[in-house]
């Protein structure tokens, strides 16, 4: 059986119990909702029958002896409002879903509110024309009458209260059997889930161990492992596409491992003899040339060096990645290496007509890396903001460190790299004043041969590798690099790498003086 039906009829069966255990709870849950309802309205009836109408009854009287002793009208007024009141609360039971003893109560309570309303119509029309005694006597009867109301309104309660008491103790009963009958839900679920869990890790278990000990064998360069498939399901086929991959993996690593120890010998000798021959023929070694010829020729060397330049990137970046070419890192002032990079890019600034402007700390800014590697990196990105730049132009580069994350860096790259030092980064910014590059390309500008549209116009472009280069360079060395807009138009190539925070052992040449193409400030 396949694994994707075993999984499908387990979930089925799931889906099955936990569906009628939901119709269930549902069920209890209305239940639940209408007993609340039930016990609220229970609560406003024993709230009514036991305090309400007592306080009611109470006002009645004390309204009514005032009246007799004060023959003042108010307390006639409240006496009457006081009645109406007692009035209301017996209509309002009266709409109440009463229980069969509440309704014999509330009939009691209402028979002896008839008879006090008889003797209250007496008091209140002719009260104040009785005879002093005539109203004493009614002034009695209508206590006694109250009385008898305070003794039919408790009873009331009472009733009341008794109704709630048993639709709480239904409810209690009814959640005890919910919770029952979810306890052997629950437990025959849990039995039935650990057994087709059991079933189906032990069905898998094995298949993925060995897929497992087949990617440890091609991640240690083991291209000639295989998997033999068991049984007939979904990891026999997967393992049957890891054999085929592996064999194509293997295919592919010797292609390409064939082919860079050809192009190093059946591209590069070649085309050193033809520049080389080029090269004679500018010297005049054969004889003199024609001004065309010179022009052709020349034109010649220079596409033939820029052939040559990028069967070099593509030949480094292959080792970069196989992770061929050795690393020395070492303690290096940082500042110094950006200085030489200027100096050896200030050619070709000149023939451009762009100006540098670097601003660097006072203090060395030490970083562990390989200066040769860095330095292309630094070169690779000053060339590239020279031929970006505008015609006059100016690059602005700017080294410094930092203790605390500035703003101009994401926490993404300040994580990476400063998580991994206590001191801190040191940042290197390479600004043009040129086109810029669209923010939804700035990621993609890093990969093999992609181009900006805007790079496209530029005269000798590369083929797109030097950026990857530096990536490849960059990520070796636990740094980060990426680009950002400038505010004023063109782009900012950002280096970070961790600050040792040690100084340069071998500091010991001569600092490189500024030229004049460029100027530099302290900060």
């Known amino acids: 059986m396949k694994v994707a039906t075993k999984l499908a009829g387990a979930f089925g069966i799931f889906i099955v119990i936990i569906a009628g255990l939901l119709v269930f709870h549902i069920q209890t849950l209305r239940q639940a909702v209408d007993t609340n309802y039930e016990l609220s309205d229970l609560s406003s009836r024993v709230y009514l029958a036991s305090t309400r109408l007592p306080f009611r009854i109470a006002a009645i009287e004390e309204n009514a002896s005032k009246y007799h002793v004060t023959r003042d009208p108010g307390y006639l007024e409240k006496f009457n409002e006081a009645c109406n009141s007692f009035e209301a609360g017996l209509q309002q039971l009266d709409s109440a879903p009463l229980s069969d003893a509440e309704r014999s109560e509330l009939a009691r309570l209402r028979a002896s509110w008839s008879e006090f309303r008889e003797s209250a119509a007496s008091f209140t029309t002719g009260a104040a024309n009785l005879p002093r005694e005539a109203a004493d006597e009614l002034l009695a009867r209508m206590r006694e009458q109250l009385d008898e109301l305070h003794v039919q309104a408790r009873l009331l309660g009472e009733s009341s209260g008794d109704a709630m008491v048993s639709r709480m103790e239904r409810s209690a009963r009814a959640a005890r059997r919910a919770e029952r009958i979810a306890w052997v839900v629950l437990a025959g679920a849990l039995l039935f889930g650990i057994g087709i869990s059991g079933l189906i890790i032990r069905s898998i278990s094995d298949a993925l161990r060995r897929l497992q000990a087949g990617t440890r064998e091609v991640s240690a360069g083991n291209f000639d492992y295989r998997i033999a498939p068991r049984h007939d399901d979904e990891f026999a086929q997967l393992a049957r596409d890891f054999n085929s991959m592996n064999e194509r993996l293997g295919e592919l690593d ?199 549209e805007s790079g496209k116009r530029v005269p000798r472009r590369g083929v797109g590798l030097g950026l990857t280069i530096c990536r490849e360079i960059v990520a070796t060395h636990r740094g980060a690099i990426w680009v950002d807009g400038a505010p004023g138009g063109g782009s900012i190539f950002r280096l970070l790498l961790p600050w040792s925070g040690e100084p340069d052992p071998g500091r010991s040449a001569p600092m490189p003086q500024p030229h004049s193409s460029y100027q530099e400030s302290m900060t």
């Open 254 to 452: 010797r292609m390409k491992k064939d082919f860079l120890s050809k192009v190093s010998h059946d591209l590069k000798t070649p085309l050193a003899s033809m520049l080389e021959t080029t090269r004679a023929l500018l010297e005049e070694v054969p004889g003199p040339l024609t001004e065309q010829q010179e022009r052709l020729l020349r034109l010649n060397h220079q596409s033939g060096e820029r052939l040559a330049a990028m069967i070099a990137k593509t030949l480094e970046l292959s080792a970069l990645e196989a992770g061929t070419i050795p690393f020395e890192p070492r303690p290096t002032d940082l500042v110094d290496l950006v200085r030489r990079a200027i100096e050896e890019v200030l050619p070709a600034g000149d023939e451009e007509r762009v100006e540098f402007q670097l601003s660097v700390p006072e203090a060395p800014l030490s970083v562990v890396c390989d200066g040769m590697h860095i330095s292309r990196v630094l070169v690779n990105l000053l060339e590239n903001a020279v031929k970006f730049s505008a015609r006059p132009g100016m690059v602005r580069v700017e080294v410094a460190g930092y203790h605390t994350r500035p703003s101009e860096i994401s926490a993404k790259y300040w994580d990476r790299v400063a998580g991994r030092s206590s001191s801190g980064a040191v940042m290197v910014s390479v600004g043009d004043n040129g086109a810029g590059i669209p923010e939804e390309e700035r990621e993609q500008i890093f990969e093999r041969f992609f181009q900006s």
